[in-house]
């Protein structure tokens, strides 16, 4: 009985086995036929696409055509500042074109050339599916002959129909001229960066040579360029430029074009650059022009696509601002003998409203520099910086009416002087903002906290590195203009923080708009107490303390900064519509010049810009509540520090400011016009011993909120 019933057992569990296996026979049958018959469908997919991109016709008259497509920038109020435009130069012959630049061509851009018909099957799948697991066009597989009709037919938008368009195009191409007419079509107009359409644009624009007089070096460096122009060009970034350069004389060696011993010899040589090509001199703000490059890049725009694609790209510029900062910096640094190249200015100007970047100068001169100090240079504010800390004294519930000792301090083996070693007893907080005091600054900083003042700067926008020190609250760490103008924007706006941004839309030739700019993020950081606690110091900076020369005759409050042995001078402002920061120096951080302050040079540069930006707003007031500043008039005698301490850190930069606001007052009745350095040195010497503050300032009228009012926040 127990035999059977384990034989029972036995063919039951028999058959479920059997069962099993067929069922997972089965599931790997379907799996096969599913594989089997998905890899015929694309075989016949691609086989039906084969013989549909064979059966193409070919283009008419493809031998003289010429593309037409220009991008231009714009300002806002409609003026053109930019035109990408191709240099002028003798169409070069397949047979004129270097062999080693071919060579360097074929082995960067398509490895197979000379073997497809076009287009590169196998490249395109992979690439297809790349783009499918990303959601969007991240990877190309264009061949140089899907390059040359992107270039003379499409627009450069990185979408999936524009691929199809592209490969059909590529495939008529090839049935209408032969290898080396599209390799002569392609080098004659691709574009190569720095207004460079093709190679002998190139070879002149980067090496002032005609291309045959090239060496393979710098072959190779042109060869590389078409991948990223802007990011690639010598005149943007040597050191990637080389590396790129590098890697294609790689690619060369591996695909034998060269011997190792060319290798290891072009990639050791120098590269000589030609000066800067004079189209630049055609680009109305070339600075900014840079930036919304940069700004293009980061919405998903390439160089080449923006230089090809005949775009209307809208910009925020205010040109007429734009236009005085061009007249305006190197006519006043001229006038104040800062004609050396190492000697620069650069400028930053935005909406404190909405973002939008209103003028922007990196410096002095684009063709002999293209260093861009409003972004890149990390320079020591100097006193311009104080507004940070008396912003965390206001955070804290410091009056602006409250006392402070202007009188000497030590802190461990340090203490700061002030400018003239001169030092004045009690005073009110205002007062010591508006005469720059350095000691009345250090104490504020020691009364809130080092920490205090740099999250203040934080969450101002500052993003530099900060040291954790009380020199701090002089300006002894570098910023950078762009973010410390920026944060200067809550002062001006009721204490929100407001990204600013340089690309209003961008339009096809079609005017078809592809980018609109959104709606600016805000973010509330300050109080609004604080926000107008601070313009009402700042107003009595430029009404009379250190930045009279700066006075435009409409509402406006600012600082002045400068560092120790001048070698940085700033002056930072605002109206209610429009901050703007100036900053002169030294690009070595050597000595400007002696008679350099922020008070002189960079607030009359301000002046400038500031006046042709607010001649459509009138005498517009900031919208703050009143802040009573309770007059306050100096003591006749100014005390003196009895003695220099001798272990003062000389090499702080900022132990002694430099502003000395009895030497940076602005000629009585001069502060509408623009000052020249003889009027402002002769103020200097009649104001040497004087105070700057022996009348009442006057309360600001109170007037309506300048944030709207679905931005407040109480």
Request: glycine letters at 8%.
């Amino acid at each position: 009985m127990t035999n059977r019933r384990q034989n029972r057992r036995y063919r039951e569990s028999a058959k479920s086995n059997v069962r099993r296996k067929k069922s997972e026979n089965g599931f790997l049958s379907t799996i096969k036929f599913l594989f089997v018959t998905g890899c015929a469908c694309a075989l016949a997919g691609v086989a039906s696409l084969q013989l549909y991109l064979s059966s193409l016709p070919p283009i008419q008259n493809l031998d003289g055509f010429k593309p037409n497509i220009v991008t231009k920038f714009y300002s806002a109020d409609g003026e053109i500042i930019k035109t990408f435009t191709a240099y002028t130069f003798e169409k070069v012959n397949f047979d004129d074109i270097p062999e080693d630049f071919i060579h360097a061509l074929i082995a960067t851009e398509d490895k197979n050339f000379y073997k497809h018909h076009g287009y590169d099957l196998t490249g395109l799948a992979r690439s297809t599916v790349q783009n499918i697991l990303a959601g969007h066009v991240v990877q190309g597989a264009s061949t140089i002959t899907q390059q040359l009709a992107r270039i003379l037919f499409l627009s450069n938008e990185r979408t999936f129909d524009r691929k199809i368009k592209e490969l059909f195009i590529a495939a008529r191409i090839e049935k209408t001229i032969s290898k080396n007419q599209i390799l002569e079509m392609y080098a004659n107009n691709v574009y190569l960066g720095s207004g460079a359409y093709g190679v002998e644009g190139a070879a002149q624009i980067y090496f002032n040579k005609h291309l045959k007089e090239l060496d393979l070096a710098e072959l190779a460096l042109i060869a590389g360029l078409p991948q990223a122009p802007s990011v690639y060009s010598p005149f943007n970034n040597m050191d990637l430029a080389v590396q790129r350069r590098n890697q294609v004389l790689n690619r060369m060696y591996k695909m034998r074009y060269i011997t190792k011993e060319q290798f290891e010899a072009a990639k050791e040589e120098k590269v000589h650059l030609s000066s800067m090509p004079q189209f630049y001199t055609t680009n109305k703000a070339p600075y900014f022009c840079d930036y919304v490059l940069k700004e293009l890049e980061k919405l998903g725009f390439d160089e080449t696509e923006i230089s090809q694609g005949g775009y209307k790209v809208i910009t925020t510029l205010d040109y007429k601002m734009q236009k005085a900062a061009n007249e305006s910096i190197p006519r006043v640094m001229k006038n104040w003998g800062l004609t050396s190249d190492k000697q620069q200015a650069a400028l930053f100007s935005f909406s404190p409203i909405d973002g939008r970047i209103l003028a922007y100068s990196g410096g002095k001169d684009y063709v002999k520099s293209q260093y861009d100090r409003v972004s890149q240079a990390i320079r020591p504010p100097g006193s311009a910086f104080k507004p940070i800390v008396y912003a965390a004294a206001m955070e804290r519930g410091i009056d602006p009416n409250d006392l402070i000792e202007d009188t000497p301090i030590k802190i461990g083996d340090w203490a700061p002087k002030n400018a003239g070693n001169k030092y004045r007893g009690k005073i009110p907080v205002y007062t010591a903002l508006m005469i720059s005091s350095n000691v009345a600054a250090v104490r504020l900083i020691q009364e809130v906290g080092i920490r205090s003042v740099i999250q203040t700067a934080r969450v101002l926008g500052i993003e530099t590195p900060l040291a954790y020190d009380y020199t701090i609250a002089l300006g002894s760490n570098g910023v950078k203009l762009f973010e410390f103008t920026r944060a200067f924007g809550a002062f001006a706006n009721g204490g929100y923080i407001v990204q600013p941004y340089a690309v209003e839309r961008v339009e096809t030739s079609r005017g078809k708009v592809v980018y609109r700019a959104p709606k600016t993020k805000v973010s509330h950081q300050i109080s609004l107490k604080t926000a107008a606690q601070m313009t009402a110091m700042m107003k009595t900076v430029i009404t009379n303390g250190t930045g009279r020369a700066a006075n435009i005759g409409v509402p406006a409050a600012g600082k002045t900064g400068t560092t120790d042995d001048n070698r940085d001078a700033y002056f930072v402002g605002y109206t209610p519509n429009i901050v703007t920061g100036v900053w002169v120096g030294n690009d070595e951080n050597g000595t400007t010049r002696g008679n350099i302050y922020g008070g002189t040079a960079p607030a009359i540069i301000w002046h400038d810009v500031m006046k042709a930006g607010t001649e459509r707003y009138g005498k517009l007031e900031f919208n703050y509540p009143e802040v009573k500043l309770l007059p306050f008039s100096l003591s006749t005698g100014i005390i003196k520090n009895p003695e220099d301490d001798p272990r003062a850190k000389k090499e702080d930069e900022q132990t002694a400011d430099g502003e000395n606001p009895s030497e940076t007052l602005a000629p009585t009745g001069a502060n509408n016009n623009v000052m020249t350095p003889s009027d402002v040195i002769k103020n200097f010497r009649q104001n040497a011993n004087n105070a700057p503050a022996n009348e009442p300032v006057k309360a600001p009228t109170p007037i309506p909120m300048a944030v709207p009012e679905t931005l407040r926040q109480h």
